[in-house]
């Protein structure tokens, strides 16, 4: 699964938003059929955001998780901290979806949220989060990506584009 674009979306006083067709086209058919929903679990970002997983990514993290040694503390501080805040989620039929209070406390949206579709998840962020992470300047980004995909001692080097 490889998911791409950002989308901007309204979310109402219910705190519900509805997940955008082009999205959805990616994620492919719904798993039960015409009549269910899309199926997520939607937990607390690694930065001020939201990430929302598709139900077999999740899956496929939470059966990684479940390997760590939960003696080691870091171990057990990193798996708390993962789950913390971590809901199931199902579209409706109108392909919308609910996000708990606390984790829209969290993240510090409320009426406006951006999505953004990144290989196997959806980032949900504010709008005033977002601007500031895809403010990153061209030659920030240049040297990132030199370090990362470049090669160098911290990077990759064998990722062929």
């Known amino acids: 699964m490889q998911l791409i674009g950002e989308y901007p979306v309204a979310l109402d006083d219910k705190g519900r938003m509805r997940l955008p067709t082009a999205l959805l086209r990616q994620l492919g058919d719904k798993p039960g059929g015409e009549g269910s929903g899309y199926e997520f679990v939607v937990n607390r970002g690694f930065e001020k955001c939201l990430t929302l997983y598709p139900k077999p990514v999740w ?18 501080a990193f798996i708390r901290s993962f789950y913390l805040g971590a809901y199931p989620i199902t579209t ?4 919308r979806i609910l996000l708990q209070k606390t984790l829209m ?57």
């Open 105 to 161: 406390d969290y993240a510090n949206f409320s009426k406006e949220a951006i999505l953004v579709a990144m290989d196997d998840r959806i980032e949900i962020w504010s709008p005033e989060a977002h601007a500031q992470v895809a403010g990153i300047d061209s030659n920030t980004f240049a040297d990132l990506a030199n370090d990362v995909m470049g090669g160098g001692t911290d990077g990759v080097g064998d990722i062929e584009l």
């Open 92 to 95: 409706d039929s109108a392909d």
């Open 59 to 76: 899956d496929a993290i939470a059966a990684k998780l479940s390997r760590l040694n939960r003696f080691n503390d870091r171990n057990r």
